[in-house]
């Protein structure tokens, strides 16, 4: 307001629009983390659609932010969310398809952070960890569909949340563990109150 009153124009306003994102786009972008992280942490096996769209989003967004080696904007957003809805879609057509891919994509996701809060990646070979944790995840995935739902869910939400919260390695390495043991037991406390499918 007080722009107006200094006797800017709209054209002006929105020159400056464009420069500097608004507080609403900066709280939408430092604030997903969060949301994604809670909903993943403690209903990822319950609405397996929501993992597989959760994990879309959060490895199409961290890709977009990390291919242009700038802080995230609008663009790595619209590519997180894109990367999301295919998932979604994905999962609703070929499920058990979608939560392997889901699986793969969680544990390389996973094995990059673990790469990253370790401080260290094979020399030469920085995509090796995702490789690995790409298989373990995929493999594990389609031999134990269910618990690897609920697995990697609460381990990607807790570690989104505990990557959200900050602080020293260490007091995030003891939020990431207390959160997934939160989310597992949650999950599998619901998972077993749910009736038997017939």
Do not use: C, K
């Amino acid at each position: 307001m007080n722009q107006i009153r200094a006797g800017l124009t709209p054209g002006d306003l929105s020159g400056r629009w464009n420069a500097r994102p608004s507080s609403l786009s900066l709280s939408v972008m430092t604030g997903w983390p969060a949301v994604v992280g809670v909903l993943l942490l403690f209903l990822g096996r319950r609405l397996y659609w929501l993992f597989v769209g959760g994990i879309g989003f959060v490895v199409g967004f961290s890709l977009a932010a990390g291919l242009t080696h700038r802080e995230p904007d609008g663009r790595a957003l619209l590519i997180g969310l894109g990367a999301g809805l295919l998932g979604v879609l994905l999962a609703l057509v070929l499920q058990r398809l979608a939560v392997v891919i889901a699986g793969f994509l969680a544990g390389a996701w996973l094995g990059v952070e673990l790469m990253r809060a370790v401080g260290s990646a094979p020399a030469g070979t920085p995509w090796l960890p995702a490789l690995a944790g790409g298989v373990v995840g995929a493999v594990l995935a389609a031999a134990l569909f269910d618990a690897v739902l609920v697995v990697l869910s609460a381990l990607v939400g807790a570690a989104l949340l505990a990557d959200f919260l900050g602080g020293r390695l260490a007091a995030r390495g003891v939020v990431f563990l207390l959160l997934s043991v939160l989310g597992i037991a949650v999950q599998t406390r619901t998972r077993r109150r749910e009736p038997p499918s017939s």
